[in-house]
């Protein structure tokens, strides 16, 4: 949310995921809505760093295809928003499969960013928020061999990946 807010941007969409089927027609939701509560920490920092109108979207399960679908109804609003945030690279490479199928320009008319850094988020050149998901299999490995284990909790470090998805905010569509 930082990194979008320094390059301009205040109208942001945020592709989550819901227990529908991949590829469900998109739709807008309210944060009541968000079943995970990662992903509800995750959109409030997002309205914490940007300014101006952060809208949640699904088109489904956590898939390429909800990824689409929730972009494409994005793309068939009167108002499109400067930059969409994928809570996993998956979405978020969905949205970049949808805009250069429509002809969109990112970063220069749509920034993308993700979070996960999978290893297609950097052959697609995706700015996503890297996650040590080795580091967190190996906790959670520890405290299912070892139940007693200390700590309960673990804060792993999480850091911004910036690559070419991202650029400073166009002039509105």
Known sequence: GEH???LGHRDVAVLVETNQP???????????????LDYAARVAGLRQA????????????????????ATSWLLSRDQIPTAIVGLSDVLALGALQILASRGFSVPGE???????????????????????IRDKGRQVGRLL??????????????SLAVRGTTGPVREPL
């Open 4 to 6: 979008l807010a320094t």
């Open 110 to 132: 749509v920034s993308v960013c993700g979070f996960d850094d999978v290893s297609a988020a950097d052959s697609a050149g995706l700015t996503t928020v890297h996650q040590p």
């Open 145 to 158: 061999v070892d139940p007693q284990s200390q700590p309960r909790q673990v804060l792993l470090p999480i």
């Open 50 to 69: 940007i300014s101006g109108d952060v809208m949640i979207v699904s088109g489904g399960h956590n898939s390429i295809e909800s990824g689409v679908t």
């Open 22 to 36: 991949a590829g469900s027609p998109g739709q807008r939701l309210d944060e009541a809505d968000l079943g995970f």
